[in-house]
């Protein structure tokens, strides 16, 4: 009669393949996290584009970006981000500087404008990320590229 002999991972084979695993977490989650975080930037470009279309369409039908504030109504604050307009910051109502401020969801400390020139910029990044060098761009990876 034979005995069945039973067969099984040692000790020594768990330990590597747990090491295995650490070392490729240790590399995904910071790069899964950035990825995370370039995705929700775009709520605030797209969002920062269409009111700038929809201050145009209000200019072209106005000859103005608005009578006493921006011709626009600001877009309830997104998950992300929060909107605001400045109308008039050259003393007259031909100018506008419309505003996305991080507001949660890891992205506090962002902030992005356009202008009526269609002048993009980020104006402010959190620490880790580089701002882009001419400011002329809204930043979109952490080395400062836009």
């Known amino acids: ?22 070392i490729l977490a240790a590399i995904a989650v910071p790069n899964y996290t950035e ?4 995705g929700k930037i775009t709520d605030a470009t797209s969002t920062l584009s269409n009111l700038r ?13 608005g009578a006493a504030a921006c011709g626009v109504t600001m877009p309830a604050a997104s998950r992300y981000f929060t ?11 031909q100018t506008y500087l419309l505003t ?5 969801g890891g992205m506090t400390g962002f902030a992005f404008t356009l202008d009526d020139a269609n002048g993009k910029a980020t104006s402010a990044v959190p620490s880790g990320w580089t701002q882009p060098s001419p400011n002329n761009c809204w930043v979109l990876r952490k080395g400062g590229s836009c």
């Open 1 to 22: 009669m034979r005995v069945a002999t039973v067969r099984g991972f040692t000790l020594i084979e768990l330990m590597i393949v747990l090491a295995i695993m650490g």
């Open 35 to 38: 990825y995370v975080t370039r």
């Open 53 to 65: 279309v929809q201050m145009e369409q209000y200019y072209q039908d106005n000859r103005n970006y």
């Open 83 to 93: 909107f605001t307009c400045a109308w008039g910051a050259s003393g007259n109502n």
């Open 100 to 104: 996305a401020t991080g507001s949660g």
